[in-house]
Nanobody, 119 residues
């Protein structure tokens, strides 16, 4: 399974970005996909996840600013980020939890895409 993330970049505070992450070479069922982020000197934290059934979870800091969505046909997860703040500056990593066999789930990570928000 390969995860290819895109959509990062630089934006001013209050602006918006849309991240995309497509899973390729996938022959198994996706349980859920999501986004995590890591700022310099900080631990990686949950941004948002979404299950194949559409259930979502967001980090507390999101506060309604971000929306995660999943296109299972395209094996692609999106993160619409609005009202961005300088503290959202981080490298954003895509994650996929995949059922690779009847009793085995496996985590996959993308390469990360940098989001920079200037004040």
């Amino acid at each position: 399974v390969q995860l290819q993330a895109s959509g990062g970049g630089s934006v001013q505070a209050g602006g918006s970005l849309r991240l995309s992450c497509r899973a390729s070479e996938i022959d198994f069922d996706i349980n859920d996909m999501g986004w995590y982020r890591q700022a310099p000197g900080k631990e990686r934290e949950l941004v948002a996840t979404i299950t194949a059934g559409g259930s979502t979870k967001y980090g507390d800091f999101v506060k309604g600013r971000f929306t995660i969505s999943l296109d299972l046909d395209m094996s692609t997860v999106y993160l619409q980020m609005n009202s961005l703040k300088p503290e959202d500056t981080a490298t954003y990593y895509c994650n996929a939890d995949v059922r690779v066999s009847i009793n085995t789930d496996r985590d996959y990570w993308g390469q990360g895409t940098l989001v920079t928000v200037s004040s």
